[in-house]
């Protein structure tokens, strides 16, 4: 014959097993978001709390959305701290370049008056923020910020200066020899 549970164990337990107290409108907001929302994340966690307030137990929810108690838990102090929009928002940490606080001092710099070489471009970089960096990690910097290598086309060692000069007028930027940034 079974046993029954004494007094202080089934309060224990019911302790343990919080039910997730939310509305109607938010069981349906949580319904509607768990397959339609464009970010992978915020669908798993609509459908971990879903299956929350229609009452089952962590160690059922767990396996169904491949997550750990642990995160169940988050996810719950998530929704209680700022309801389903908390859900909503993704908060990934990602590092930050030393460059990304002077984008716009050099997109200024580089447009106005544009490095001949890649090397120029990082003298310029170093002269204006102190922070040294390798010419690969300059260039793609510079193509982050807008700014492309410019294609110029070469004059001829023996040419007619006067059809050099038409040339020149045609372009509405003077010719060089190197490309420049």
Request: net charge positive.
């Amino acid at each position: 014959m079974m046993e029954r549970h004494s007094g202080q164990f089934h309060k224990r337990m019911t302790k343990r097993r919080l039910r997730l107290a939310c509305s109607e409108a938010d069981k349906q907001a949580l319904h509607d978001e768990r397959s339609h929302h464009p970010h992978p994340r915020v669908p798993q966690r609509m459908e971990a709390l879903w299956l929350k307030s229609q009452g089952l137990p962590h160690h059922q929810i767990a396996p169904l959305c491949a997550s750990s108690a642990h995160t169940l838990r988050s996810y719950r102090k998530l929704y209680h701290t700022g309801g389903v929009e908390a859900l909503q928002h993704l908060n990934f940490h990602g590092p930050q370049s030393l460059l990304s606080a002077h984008q716009d001092t050099m997109a200024a710099q580089g447009r106005a008056h544009p490095p001949q070489t890649i090397n120029e471009a990082v003298a310029m970089l170093a002269a204006l923020t102190g922070i040294k960096r390798r010419p690969t990690h300059v260039r793609l910097f510079l193509k982050h910020l807008g700014l492309q290598r410019r294609k110029v086309g070469v004059l001829p060692a023996k040419g007619d200066p006067e059809v050099q000069e038409e040339d020149q007028k045609k372009a509405g930027a003077p010719l060089s020899r190197s490309a420049s940034w």
